[in-house]
């Protein structure tokens, strides 16, 4: 870092400093025979002046999070108006709907763009909202004065703008139940078996394994075809829409199909039978006509 911009570094700081204590910076440059005096004026915030921008990546708006939730964004300071634009961040905290206090992110005044991240693992299920807050400041100087032959007075006119940002979301930190109607654990006579549940509250997923085969994604009751005789087994699972997975529910039955009649067989019995029928009839019908 070279001497000149360390310098600067030290005189934005200094004068930071002093503008937000409402007091006046007295500077002596190393290479400069004048003694620098710099006055500042509260004022609000100059027309075009943007205030700091938050941008919350999670909790997203509307979203459902299980237990585990962190609070991640950004905040950026953008120039929008020349000099007069905000040049530094100087309180950060969010209020949240669980929290009758506000909650202080930092303490420490920043003047680039920041990334955060706060753990919200500790805060309760149910519905929520939170509001992020940025006090920005900023200064331009709006004349000079020579006091006498060593001293300058510098006047700044400094103001703060507040940005914002307001998320609400939904802490779900219970489990949903898995409930099966069908089938029950018995025997069936057919090959085509139910599979009939419930789920306790709105599912994200739910999948079902039949006799330990790949997983098949399902959103309501599904018809089990073409099972083979024997034992079988089917599990459910299911997530809701924090991800928070329900234990998941293993029913067993049997299918045992009965043989089939012989559809063949018993159509030859009955023409046999016709046939046997018709000439007995026939023969007696001759016989009384033969006397």
Same mark, same amino acid.
């Given at each position: 870092m070279t001497k000149k911009l360390l310098s600067k570094i030290v005189l934005l700081s200094l004068l930071l400093i002093s503008a937000l204590a409402s007091v006046s910076f007295v500077e002596v440059a190393e290479a400069n025979p004048y003694r620098r005096d710099f006055k500042f004026t509260e004022v609000s915030p100059p027309a075009g002046t943007q205030p700091p921008v938050i941008i919350i990546h999670t909790p997203?708006?509307? @979203?459902?999070y299980?237990?585990?939730?962190?609070?991640t964004f950004d905040v950026n300071i953008p120039e929008t108006n020349? !000099?007069?634009s905000i040049s530094a961040v100087t309180k950060l905290y969010y209020k949240a709907s669980w929290e009758p206090n506000e909650i202080t992110i930092t303490e420490k005044g920043f003047?680039?763009? &920041? *990334?955060?991240?706060?753990?919200? @693992?500790?805060?309760?299920?149910?519905?929520?909202?939170?509001?992020?807050?940025?006090?920005?400041?900023? *200064?331009?100087?709006?004349?000079?004065?020579?006091?006498?032959?060593?001293?300058?007075?510098?006047?700044y006119e400094k103001f703060e703008m507040t940005g914002f940002s307001t998320v609400h979301f939904t802490k779900d930190v219970v489990s949903p139940r898995i409930s099966v109607l069908s089938p029950p654990n018995r025997t069936y006579v057919t090959s085509d078996v139910e599979l009939d549940f419930t789920v306790s509250e709105a599912a994200s997923?739910?999948?079902?394994?039949? !006799?330990?085969?790949?997983?098949?994604?399902?959103?309501?009751?599904?018809?089990?075809?073409g099972l083979a005789e024997?034992?079988?087994?089917?599990?459910?699972? &299911?997530?809701?829409?924090?991800?928070?997975?329900?234990?998941?529910?293993?029913?067993?039955?049997?299918?045992?199909?009965?043989? *089939?009649?012989?559809?063949? *067989?018993?159509?030859? @019995?009955?023409?046999?039978? &016709?046939?046997?029928?018709?000439?007995?009839?026939?023969?007696?019908?001759?016989?009384?006509?033969?006397?």
């Open positions: 997203q708006n509307g @979203s459902f299980p237990k585990n939730l962190n609070l020349g !000099d007069k003047g680039e763009s &920041a *990334s955060f991240s706060i753990d919200l @693992s500790d805060v309760r299920g149910g519905n929520h909202s939170l509001t992020i807050y940025a006090v920005g400041y900023g *200064s331009y100087k709006v004349s000079q004065e020579f006091i006498d032959s060593v001293t300058i007075f510098y006047y997923e739910i999948l079902y394994c039949l !006799d330990g085969k790949e997983n098949q994604t399902i959103t309501g009751t599904v018809t089990l075809r024997g034992a079988h087994n089917v599990t459910l699972y &299911a997530a809701d829409l924090a991800g928070n997975a329900a234990i998941p529910k293993t029913i067993f039955f049997n299918v045992n199909v009965p043989e *089939s009649f012989p559809i063949m *067989s018993v159509t030859t @019995s009955l023409a046999t039978v &016709a046939t046997v029928s018709f000439g007995l009839g026939l023969l007696t019908y001759l016989k009384k006509h033969k006397r």
